[in-house]
C-alpha cells in the first residue's frame, strides 16, 4: 500500500542504504553496507568546495566477515566522501569488532566498541541492521538446502530464534501456529462454523 499523498514538497536529502549478503567459498559469510548522502542542490563545503547537486557528502561502505556461528571474523570499513578530511582516519578501529558475536546485545556491543569519539556515526548505524541482513542472508539459505520452506521452523529441535522477535513470530499468533505448533501459546480455540 503505497503511502497517502503528500502535500506540495520539494526534495532536498536523499540517504540510500543498500545491504547485501553473500555465501564465500570457503565457507565464511560477507555481509555488505553501502551508504550515501546527497542533496538536490549545490553548496559549498569548506574541505571539499563546491558540493554539485547529486554528489555524496557521505559515502560509507562495511564488509563484516562472520562464520556460521555470527562471530565476526573480519570487518572492512572505508569512507569514500566525508564533509571532513579526518572522517577516513577512524575506519582502522572497526576491525576492533573481531569476535563479537551477532545477536543478543549486539547494539550495546557496538556501542562499546566503537560508538561515540570511538568511531564515525554513519558507520556505526550501517552496523546495527546487520545482524538481521546476516539472518536473512544464512537462515533461508539453510533452510533451503534442507528442502524446507524459508518459514517452516517448526522441525527445529531447539526453540527457533525468530520466536517473539515481531507481531507475527509472537508466539501467540497464527504463524507460529502454523510453522511451529511445538511452541504455539495463543488460545487453542479453533473457529467452526455452524452449518444447520
Known amino acids: ?13 536523499t540517504r540510500a542504504i543498500h545491504y547485501r549478503g553473500f555465501e564465500r567459498e570457503d565457507g ?6 553501502h551508504m550515501t548522502d546527497t542533496k538536490t542542490y549545490s553548496f559549498r ?13 557521505h559515502e560509507m561502505l562495511l564488509r563484516v566477515t562472520i562464520d556460521d556461528g555470527f562471530i565476526i571474523r ?6 569514500d566522501h566525508s564533509p571532513f578530511e579526518m572522517c577516513p582516519e577512524i575506519t582502522p578501529v572497526y576491525n576492533s569488532l573481531v569476535g563479537i558475536k551477532m545477536g543478543l546485545g549486539w547494539r550495546k556491543a557496538i556501542r562499546m566498541k566503537v ?11 550501517l552496523l546495527f541492521p546487520m545482524a538481521t541482513v546476516a539472518m536473512q542472508t544464512i537462515w533461508p539459505l539453510m533452510s533451503h538446502r534442507k528442502n ?5 521452523v ?26 511451529a505448533p511445538k511452541y504455539y501459546t495463543g488460545p487453542d ?8
Request: charged fraction near 30%; aromatic fraction near 4%.
Open 1 to 13: 500500500m503505497p503511502l497517502p499523498e503528500p502535500t506540495a514538497r520539494r526534495h532536498i536529502h
Open 28 to 33: 565464511l559469510w560477507d555481509i555488505e553496507a
Open 45 to 57: 563545503n569548506d574541505w571539499r568546495g563546491e558540493m554539485a547537486i547529486g554528489e555524496p557528502l
Open 74 to 79: 573480519n570487518v572492512i570499513a572505508a569512507t
Open 115 to 125: 560508538g561515540g569519539v570511538d568511531g564515525c556515526t554513519h558507520l556505526t548505524e
Open 148 to 152: 524446507q520452506s524459508d518459514s517452516n
Open 154 to 179: 517448526g522441525d527445529s529441535k531447539k526453540r527457533p530464534a525468530v520466536l517473539d522477535t515481531c507481531h507475527a513470530w509472537s508466539t501467540e499468533s497464527r504463524v507460529v501456529k502454523e510453522n
Open 189 to 196: 480455540k479453533i473457529d467452526t462454523v455452524d452449518i444447520d
